[in-house]
């Protein structure tokens, strides 16, 4: 499997963005699918993810109710609707995935897409 982000951008603060990711090759029911993101200096973080099978989805506190992660099967991509954006959101946007069962730790994907910069202006 091999994954390719795409969409980020620069946005105003309470603006949106939409994230979309690709995948290519193989990929299995029990996939789930899931954004990190690093800003500079910090560790990368955990934003969302969600189940390739039954779309249970599941979010980081800090993003709660403002993004929306979705999948479409059938175009094997998973997006990442970002609304109400904040200046903390910036950051590098990556997308996941693994096997089993969703988790929040980066450590536990073994495939990576190429990042994509979220820049959000006050």
């Known amino acids: 499997v091999q994954l390719q982000a795409s969409g980020g951008g620069l946005a105003q603060a309470g603006g949106s963005l939409t994230l979309s990711c690709a995948a290519s090759?193989?990929?299995?029911?029990?996939?789930?699918m899931a954004w990190f993101r690093q800003a500079p200096g910090k560790e990368r973080e955990f934003v969302a993810a969600?189940?390739?099978?039954?779309?249970?989805?599941h979010y980081a506190d800090s993003v709660k109710g403002r993004f929306t992660i979705s999948r479409d099967r059938a175009k094997k991509t998973v997006t990442l609707q970002m609304n109400s954006l904040k200046p903390e959101d910036t950051a590098v946007y990556y997308c996941?995935?693994?096997?089993?069962?969703?988790?929040?730790?980066?450590?536990?994907?073994?495939?990576w897409g190429r990042g994509t910069q979220v820049t959000v202006s006050s």
């Open positions: 996941a995935t693994r096997t089993m069962g969703i988790e929040t730790r980066s450590a536990a994907y073994n495939i």
């Open positions: 090759g193989r990929t299995f029911q029990n996939y789930n």
């Open positions: 969600v189940t390739w099978n039954l779309g249970t989805t």
